[in-house]
Every structure is written in structure tokens, then in C-alpha cells.
């Protein structure tokens, strides 16, 4: 009886009972490998069932500013109290603006629209390498008849609204700024290498357009008030101001024409990726077999304790 009571998984001074856990899982050690073998076959099918995934990526920095160089003292108080931007002194970084507005849903929702994107985000199922074709998922599109098919509930139409475009690009769209080097990397995964390549290059060129036709309708706006305001003043040296404030403006409009890389610089650009970048067949097949030999250890040893007792 006192024999018994010693042989248990847990002994009296709770000390774990090596020698009961390790013939307990050999006499089990059948059930563990089928168990271990299904995890193993269930996530080889799993795994090969998954698309593979493109990524293309592009890294970025703020372009510098040669224009606009900040002003101080009464001209950049009086620009300050007219509304005008006359810019940071050592010129003004323009990527923080550009990195939010690439965050921002309507930026999100108007790129996807000017470029209808809708059918390659929504659609995509599987990319042929050899074809360089994208397959598409039937039950979302068909093609034959050119209309959306997807099974959704009111109020939501077969056709994407906006919002949720947007919903399914942030799953595959990232972008983020590194506050010490300033260096920007954006990038953008898809079944298509081809179609993850020319969005980006799209959306590089959105961007920089976006921000150059903001301060062209900035500075616009604010010669125009600058210029009423130095005709109806007779004070020599305010009008000198105004002129003054007017020039830097026009530096502003004048870089905006000439420079195509206006708020972000390509350091390097996206590639159409050989290789893809997800899933991770081998890691998922490890996972799952790490885990059902794991659950038919915990089961077995569970069941031989209840027995016990």
C-alpha cells in the first residue's frame, strides 16, 4: 500500500515523479506519434492550401527643402498671425505630413479608387508564376460576367464600399518612419508581385503629388492675400514685408514645379519580389506538430493521473 502511494505522478513532498511520467508516455507512446503524425499531415494540407504572398517594398527619405528657408522676428510673427507658412528655418521636413497622410482612410480610399484597385485587393486568389497570371476568386468576382459576387449582409452591397476597401488594404499595406535615421519604408503585399510593385510605385508618386498640391494651393492662397494687402498699405517699409513674404511664397510654387520627388526621395525603389515572403509553410508545419505532440503529452499524462486516483 505505502509502495502505491509513492508511485504517483506527484510525490508527498511534491517532487514530480520523473520515472512514473516517462513510463506512462511509453506505454502511450503510439497514441502520442498518431497524434503527433495528424497535427503534422493536417498542417502540411493547411499550409499548401495557402497563397503565396508577394511583397514589394520601397525605402524613403524626407527630400530636402531648399526653398522657403524659415524667417524670424516681426516677418515670421506677422506671417504667423496672416496664416502664412513660411516654413522651419532649416528648411521644412515634409515626410511627417507625407507618412500621415498615408495612414489617413481618405488618402487610402482615393488611391484605391483612382487606380481601380478594387478587384486585384478583393478578388486575388492565387498567383501562376509560370502564366505570370492572377487567378481570382469566383465567389468574389466573375470575370465571365463582370460583376461582384461576393455573399455579404445588408447593409453591405456585393460591390466594396469604400470603408471596406480600406479595411482590407491596411491588412496588407504598411508604412512606418524611423525617428532617429528619418528613413521611411513603406511596403505592400499581394499574391501578385506585379500588381504589389506597381502600387507602391503608384502610391509613391500619390503621395508626393498629394503634398506638392497642398502647398501649391497654400502658397496660391496666400500671395493672393499677401498681394491685397500690400496694395492697401501705404507704409513703405510693411509693404517691403509683404513683398518679402510674397517672394518666399513663390519659392514655394516654384519648387513644387520642378521637383517630382516634392516630399519623399527614393533611396530604394520597389522591385517586383522573385521569391515570396509568406506563409511560412515549414514554420506552420513545425508549429502544429510542436503542438499536437505537446496536447497528446498533457492528455495521456491527464487520463493516467484520473486513472490513478
Known amino acids: 500500500m505505502e509502495d502505491a502511494q509513492n508511485n504517483v505522478q506527484i510525490t508527498s513532498r511534491g517532487e514530480i515523479n520523473f520515472a512514473w511520467i516517462a513510463s506512462t508516455l511509453l506505454a502511450a507512446k503510439n497514441t502520442i506519434l498518431i497524434t ?158 506585379i500588381v504589389a510593385r506597381r502600387w507602391l510605385d503608384s502610391m509613391i508618386t500619390d503621395i508626393n503629388e498629394e503634398v506638392r498640391v497642398r502647398d501649391q494651393k497654400q502658397a496660391e492662397k496666400s500671395i493672393n492675400y499677401l498681394t491685397v494687402k500690400a496694395s492697401e498699405t501705404n507704409l513703405t517699409e510693411l509693404r517691403s514685408i509683404f513683398y518679402k513674404m510674397i517672394e518666399e511664397q513663390t519659392k514655394t510654387l516654384l519648387l513644387a514645379n520642378v521637383r517630382d520627388e516634392y516630399a519623399l526621395k527614393v533611396i530604394d525603389p520597389p522591385l517586383e519580389a522573385e521569391e515570396k515572403s509568406e506563409p511560412k509553410r515549414a514554420l506552420i508545419v513545425i508549429l502544429f506538430t510542436v503542438i499536437g505532440f505537446l496536447l497528446s503529452v498533457v492528455v495521456v499524462l491527464l487520463r493516467a493521473s484520473a486513472v490513478r486516483r
Open 36 to 193: 503527433t503524425f495528424v497535427f503534422a499531415a493536417v498542417a502540411v494540407g493547411y499550409s499548401l492550401l495557402l497563397p503565396d504572398i508577394y511583397k514589394s517594398q520601397a525605402i524613403l527619405v524626407a527630400a530636402d527643402e531648399t526653398a522657403g528657408i524659415g524667417m524670424t522676428g516681426q516677418l515670421g510673427s506677422l506671417a504667423a498671425m496672416a496664416g502664412v507658412n513660411l516654413g522651419k528655418g532649416k528648411g521644412e521636413d515634409k515626410s511627417e505630413l507625407a507618412v500621415n497622410i498615408l495612414k489617413s482612410k481618405d488618402f487610402i480610399i482615393r488611391f484605391l479608387e483612382r487606380h481601380n484597385a478594387a478587384i486585384d485587393l478583393m478578388a486575388a486568389e492565387s498567383w501562376d508564376p509560370i502564366s505570370r497570371t492572377l487567378r481570382y476568386d469566383n465567389t468574389v468576382y466573375d470575370h465571365s460576367i463582370s460583376k461582384w459576387t461576393r455573399k455579404v449582409d445588408a447593409p453591405l452591397t456585393p460591390e466594396p464600399s469604400g470603408q471596406t476597401l480600406h479595411k482590407e488594404f491596411i491588412k496588407i499595406f504598411a508604412v512606418s518612419k524611423d525617428k532617429l535615421t528619418g528613413i521611411i519604408t513603406i511596403s505592400i503585399s499581394h499574391p501578385s508581385p
